[in-house]
C-alpha cells in the first residue's frame, strides 16, 4: 500500500451543491490521477497531476475540477454536483512514469 | 465498440479449481498489460504486468498475452476462496502514458470453500 488516504469515505450530498474529495500520499509519488469507477464502465480517468501545480484533464473530465498545492494532497471538486457523478472516486498515485498505479480505497459519493 | 472488453461475469468455481480470465482489445497500439485484484469495497491492486506478447507466471497466477489475436489471459491456479474479488484489466501504449491506461469492466470472481 503506497501510503493513500481518500476522505471522506462516504458522502450523501444534494444536487447543485459542491464538493471536495481529498486524496493524501505519504510516498512522495509525483504522479496523481482521480478515476471514477461504475458498474458497466469500469474505471475512467477524470483528472491527472504530474506534479505540483500541473494537472491535465482525462477523459471525463466535465464538471470536475482539480488542484494541488502540494506534493502530498490531490483534491477533486465538483462544482455543482449533478446525479450523474453519483460514483465511486479512486485516487491512484505513480512514483515513475509507466510504473504500477497505487490506489486509495476510494470515496463512495451519492448526489440526490 | 470499447477499447476493451471483459466478460462481468459472476464467474463461480470450486476451491481448486483452474480459472481463466479474459479480455479482448481493440486498439493495436498497447503494449503494457496488467491485471489488477479488487476486494469489495477496496481500491484496485496490481497482480500481474506484463509486456508484449507471451506468458507471465507468479505463483499460482500466469497473465498471458496474445497481440495477433489481441487478447489477454489471467489463470488461476488451485483456487482459494480469498480469490473471490473482482480482476479488472488493465492495457496501455506504454512509454510512461499512464494517463492513457484503458481498463476493463473487471470479471466477479467467487471461489465456493
Known amino acids: 500500500d503506497a501510503g493513500i488516504t481518500q476522505s471522506p469515505r462516504h458522502k450523501v450530498t444534494e444536487t447543485g451543491t459542491p464538493v471536495t474529495l481529498r486524496c493524501h500520499q505519504t510516498?512522495?509519488?509525483?504522479?496523481m490521477y482521480w478515476y471514477r469507477q461504475d458498474p458497466g464502465h469500469g474505471l475512467r480517468l477524470i483528472h491527472y497531476?504530474?506534479?505540483?501545480?500541473?494537472?491535465d484533464k482525462g477523459e471525463v473530465s466535465d464538471g470536475y475540477s482539480v488542484s494541488r498545492s502540494k506534493t502530498e494532497d490531490f483534491l477533486l471538486t465538483l462544482e455543482s454536483a449533478t446525479s450523474s457523478q453519483t460514483s465511486v472516486y479512486f485516487c491512484?498515485?505513480?512514483?515513475?512514469?509507466?510504473?504500477?498505479?497505487?490506489f486509495g480505497n476510494g470515496t463512495r459519493l451519492t448526489v440526490t | 465498440q470499447k477499447e476493451v472488453e471483459q466478460d462481468p461475469g459472476p464467474l463461480s468455481v470450486p476451491e481448486g479449481a483452474i480459472v481463466s480470465l479474459n479480455c479482448t482489445y481493440s486498439?493495436?497500439?498497447?503494449?503494457?498489460f496488467m491485471w489488477y485484484r479488487q476486494y469489495s469495497r477496496k481500491g484496485p491492486e496490481l497482480l500481474m504486468y506484463?509486456?508484449?506478447?507471451g506468458n507471465k507466471e507468479d505463483g499460482r497466477f500466469t497473465a498471458q498475452v496474445d497481440k495477433s489475436s489481441k487478447y489477454i489471459s489471467l489463470f488461476i491456479r488451485d483456487s482459494q476462496p480469498s480469490d473471490s474479488a473482482t480482476y479488472l484489466c488493465?492495457?496501455?501504449?506504454?512509454?510512461?502514458?499512464?494517463?492513457?491506461?484503458?481498463f476493463g469492466t473487471g470479471t466477479l470472481l467467487a471461489v465456493q470453500p
Open positions: 488493465a492495457m496501455s501504449p506504454g512509454g510512461g502514458a499512464t494517463n492513457k491506461l484503458i
Open positions: 486498439n493495436s497500439a498497447f503494449q503494457y
Open positions: 497531476s504530474y506534479g505540483v501545480k500541473d494537472t
Open positions: 510516498e512522495n509519488h509525483r504522479y
Open positions: 491512484a498515485t505513480e512514483g515513475v512514469a509507466g510504473s504500477p498505479l497505487h
Open positions: 506484463t509486456y508484449s506478447s
